[in-house]
């Protein structure tokens, strides 16, 4: 059975960094198109990046900010975010997405203060 785990939430100031880890169990990463979303609270989820064998993806409020990478060894995927801002507040969830199904992890909170 594949599960997805997300890990690396917290409270950062505008400005920080933080690093979010994404393991996978049960499967290779390689067999999936992994993303992360977030939900905003009162909003609904939105993409936020993604990862395949053709390349990496990001919706525009992130690009340049927002990092995503994948370690096979690891079968994992990170999404690294910089010069993160308070409209960035959000439950993030990680997703592997593939033939046998679309498989989210419980999400983690990130904060950012102002």
């Known amino acids: 059975q594949v599960q997805v785990g997300e890990s690396g939430g917290g409270l950062v100031q505008a400005g920080g960094s933080l690093r979010l880890s994404c393991a996978v169990s049960?499967?290779?990463?390689?067999?999936?198109?992994m993303g992360w979303y977030r939900q905003a609270p009162g909003k609904e989820r939105e993409f936020v990046a993604g990862?395949?064998?053709?390349?990496?993806y990001y919706t525009d409020s992130v690009k340049g900010r927002f990092t995503i990478a994948r370690d096979n060894a690891k079968n994992s995927v990170y999404l690294q975010m910089q010069n993160l801002k308070p409209e960035d507040t959000a439950v993030y969830y990680c997703?592997?997405?593939?033939?046998?199904?679309?498989?989210w992890g419980q999400g983690t909170q990130v904060t950012v203060s102002s």
């Open positions: 997703t592997a997405a593939g033939t046998t199904g679309d498989y």
């Open positions: 049960g499967r290779s990463v390689e067999s999936y198109r």
């Open positions: 990862i395949n064998d053709a390349g990496t």
